[in-house]
C-alpha cells in the first residue's frame, strides 16, 4: 500500500514541482497583498490586473523595444509601480476615510477597467514569451527528476523577493516607520514622517511586487488579459489561510499552498482546482484568525 | 467598526405612509413609488420587449436580495454568483430531467440557494469586513470549479434547451407575455417580502448589527444567528432569481455562476444605492439595459462597468435612490 503511494508519487514529482512554482506566485501576489493591507487597510483587487500588465508590459518591451528578459525584470515593475504611484494619489487616496470596503469595490472596477482593455487590444488568445537564453537550455537533472531551468529560476527568484521584502520591512529604518504607521500612523506623522507618502510608495510597491510576479509568469503561462483574474480569487483564499499579520507567514502559506496543490493533483486531480477553498474553509472553522494571523 | 456603516446608507425622517400601503411598511414616498413600480409591471410588457423586462425583473430581485445583506446588515458578499447560478443550474435541471412544473423548479432553484447559503454563511461570517467578502468570493470560485466538472451541469455547455412547461400543470408558459405575469409576480413577491423583513422587529436588529455590532452583542443579540439567517434568507432569494431567470432563457450556463456575475449584482446595488428599498431595482435597470444597448461593444462593456464602478465609489456613493432620496428629502 505504502510502496504504491510512494510509486505514484514519484511519477507524480513534476506536478509536485510545479505546484512550487505555483506555489512561489500565490506567495508574491499575497505579500504584495499583505504589504498593502498593512499600511493602507485597502484590499487591493486589481492586484490580478496589475500582475497581467507586468507580464504585457514584459511583452510590449520585447516586441516593441527590443528589450530583453533581465531588463524588464526590472523595467516592468518599475512602470507598474509609477501607474500604482499614479492610482494612488489620484483616487485610492480618497477613501481612507471612509469604510474599507469601499477600497475593495474602487480597485475590482480598477481591475475590469485594465483588463477590458487589454482584452481589446490584445483579445483573449495568448502571446507567447520565450524564456531567457540563460535558462531556455536543457532541464536541469535533480538526480530523481528533470527539471526544466526556468521553473527552478522562478522558485528561487520568489525566494530571494520575499526574502527581501522580509528585510525591508524588519530590519530597516524604513521598515520601522512603516510598521509604526501601520500600528498608529497619527502618531507617526506627528513624529515628522510622511505618512501619506509612504503610503503612496508602499502601494507602488505593492503594485510593483505584481508587476514583477507578472514577468516571472510570462514565459511559463501565456501573456493573456485573463490570466490575473482567477489567479486573484485563488491568492484571497491563500490571504484569508494565512492571515495578513505577518511577512513570513504569508509567504509560507503561498508555497505550501502551492505544494499542497500539486500533490492533490496527484492524488486527486479532480479536486486540485477547489483543494485550497476547501482549505480555507477548514481554517476558518478551526482558526478564524488564519494560521499566522492576529485576531 | 463602529460609525463605518453611516456611510453606507442616508437615513432621513421617516413620514408617515398611505393608508393601507403603510401596512407593508412603506413610508409615503415609498408608497408612491411603489405604485409607480406596480404601473410599470403592469404597462411594461406592453411596450417593452417582454423577455427584456423579464431578465431585468430577475436581476432587479437578485440585486434586492444582494441589497438586504450589504444594505441591512452591512456585510459584502462578493460570491452571491453561487447561489445565483445554482438557483438556476437546479432549477434547469428540475425542469427538464425530473420534469417538474416551473414553479416546484423555481421552488427547487430557492431550495438550493438556501442550503448553499446555510453552509456559506455558517463558514464565512466567522470573519468580518474585507474578509468576510474574500471568504464569499473565494466559495464561490469553488462552486464555480465544481459547476465546471459536475457531470450535471453540462460543463462549458450548460443545461441547454429547458422547457418553460404549464404553471401548476395546466396553464403553458410557452408564450412570453404568460410566463411574463408569473416573473413579475415572482419579482414582486420577493420585493414584498425583502421589505417586510426590513421593517419587521428581526429587520430593526439586523439594523442594529450594521451600526455597531458590539453594542448589539452587548445587548444581547445572537449577532452570528441573526448574520447566518439574513445570509440564507437572501442566498434563498438569489436562488429564486437564478431559476426564473433559467426558466426564461431556457438554459442555465456557467456565465452565472463565474466571479463576473457577483462583480455585476455588486454594481446593480451601487448604481442604484445600497441601503435603500428601490435602489437594486433602479440599478438593475440601468445596468441591464445598458448591457443590451452595448452588447455589440464586446469587452467595452467591461471596461464600462469598471468605469461605472469607480465613479461610483469617488463620487455617487449614495447611489440614484439615495442622491434622490436626498434632493427629495424623504427615504427611497
Known amino acids: ?295 | 467598526m463602529a460609525g463605518q456603516a453611516t456611510a453606507f446608507t442616508a437615513t432621513a425622517q421617516q413620514s408617515p405612509g398611505l393608508p393601507g400601503l403603510a401596512a407593508l411598511g412603506f413610508n409615503r414616498a415609498q408608497s408612491i413609488a411603489f405604485l409607480l413600480l406596480l404601473g410599470l409591471l403592469l404597462v411594461g410588457p406592453f411596450v417593452l420587449y417582454p423577455v427584456f423586462l423579464m431578465k431585468l425583473l430577475c436581476f432587479a430581485l437578485f440585486a434586492c436580495a444582494f441589497n438586504l445583506l450589504i444594505g441591512y446588515v452591512g456585510l459584502l458578499s462578493f460570491g452571491h454568483a453561487m447561489f445565483f447560478g445554482m438557483g438556476g443550474y437546479v432549477t434547469a435541471h428540475a425542469a427538464k430531467v425530473w420534469g417538474l412544473t416551473p414553479e416546484l423548479a423555481i421552488l427547487a432553484g430557492g431550495a438550493v440557494g438556501a442550503v448553499l447559503g446555510v453552509v456559506a454563511g455558517w463558514i464565512a461570517i466567522r470573519r468580518q469586513g474585507i474578509y468576510f467578502a474574500m471568504i464569499t468570493l473565494a466559495l464561490a470560485q469553488m462552486i464555480f470549479f465544481v459547476c465546471l466538472q459536475a457531470p450535471f451541469t453540462g460543463g462549458e455547455d450548460g443545461i441547454q434547451s429547458v422547457p418553460r412547461g404549464a404553471l401548476l400543470g395546466v396553464f403553458s408558459l410557452a408564450q412570453d407575455m404568460s410566463l411574463y405575469w408569473v416573473v413579475a409576480a415572482v419579482f414582486l413577491a420577493g420585493f414584498l417580502l425583502i421589505n417586510r423583513i426590513i421593517h419587521s422587529p428581526f429587520g430593526q436588529v439586523l439594523t442594529a448589527i450594521r451600526e455597531n455590532e458590539p453594542r448589539a452583542i452587548s445587548l444581547g443579540y445572537r449577532v452570528d444567528d441573526y448574520k447566518l439567517m439574513a445570509f440564507t434568507l437572501s442566498a434563498t432569494l438569489a436562488g429564486i432569481a437564478g431559476g426564473t431567470k433559467a426558466l426564461v432563457f431556457g438554459i442555465a450556463t456557467l456565465t452565472d455562476v463565474y466571479w463576473a456575475m457577483s462583480g455585476e449584482v455588486v454594481l446593480m446595488t451601487l448604481v442604484g444605492g445600497l441601503g435603500t428599498v428601490f435602489g437594486p431595482v433602479l440599478g438593475a435597470a440601468v445596468i441591464v439595459s445598458m448591457q443590451n444597448y452595448l452588447a455589440e461593444f464586446g469587452a467595452w462593456v467591461t471596461v464600462i462597468q469598471g468605469c461605472i464602478f469607480v465613479a461610483c465609489v469617488l463620487a455617487f456613493r449614495a447611489g440614484i435612490a439615495g442622491q434622490l432620496g436626498r434632493w427629495l428629502r424623504v427615504r427611497l
Do not use: C
Open chain 1, 1 to 295: 500500500m505504502i510502496e504504491e503511494l510512494l510509486f505514484q508519487l514519484e511519477l507524480g514529482l513534476p506536478q509536485v514541482v510545479l505546484g512550487l512554482v505555483n506555489g512561489a506566485f500565490y506567495a508574491l501576489l499575497s505579500l504584495g497583498l499583505a504589504v498593502i493591507f498593512g499600511m493602507l487597510n485597502v484590499i487591493n483587487f486589481a492586484h490580478g490586473a496589475q500582475f497581467m500588465v507586468g507580464a504585457f508590459v514584459a511583452w510590449m518591451l520585447l516586441n516593441w523595444g527590443g528589450i530583453g528578459y533581465w531588463p524588464a525584470l526590472l523595467l516592468a515593475p518599475l512602470i507598474v509601480g509609477a501607474f500604482g504611484v499614479v492610482l494612488e494619489r489620484t483616487m485610492i487616496s480618497r477613501l481612507y476615510k471612509l469604510d474599507h470596503l469601499y477600497g475593495l469595490l474602487l480597485t475590482f472596477g480598477l481591475a475590469l477597467i485594465i483588463e477590458g482593455l487589454f482584452r481589446n487590444s490584445f483579445g483573449s488568445s495568448g502571446l507567447p514569451y520565450a524564456p531567457p537564453e540563460l535558462l531556455a537550455g536543457p532541464p536541469v537533472d535533480l538526480g530523481f527528476m528533470f527539471l526544466p531551468k526556468y521553473r527552478l529560476w522562478v522558485v528561487v527568484a520568489a525566494v530571494v523577493m520575499s526574502l527581501l521584502t522580509w528585510i525591508v520591512i524588519e530590519k530597516t529604518r524604513l521598515g520601522a516607520y512603516l510598521r509604526a504607521a501601520t500600528e498608529n500612523a497619527a502618531l507617526v506623522q506627528a513624529f515628522g514622517v510622511n505618512v501619506p507618502r509612504m503610503m503612496t510608495l508602499t502601494y507602488a510597491a505593492g503594485v510593483a511586487l505584481a508587476a514583477f510576479a507578472g514577468v516571472l509568469a510570462a514565459p511559463i503561462y501565456s501573456v493573456n488579459p485573463q490570466m490575473g483574474s482567477s489567479l486573484i480569487i485563488t491568492v484571497f483564499a491563500v490571504v484569508v489561510i494565512g492571515g495578513m499579520g505577518s511577512i513570513l507567514g504569508s509567504v509560507l502559506t503561498g508555497f505550501g499552498l502551492g505544494l499542497v496543490e500539486g500533490l492533490t493533483k496527484v492524488f486527486y486531480p479532480e479536486a486540485s482546482s477547489t483543494v485550497i477553498f476547501v482549505i480555507m474553509a477548514i481554517v476558518l472553522l478551526a482558526r478564524p484568525a488564519g494560521l499566522f494571523g492576529r485576531a
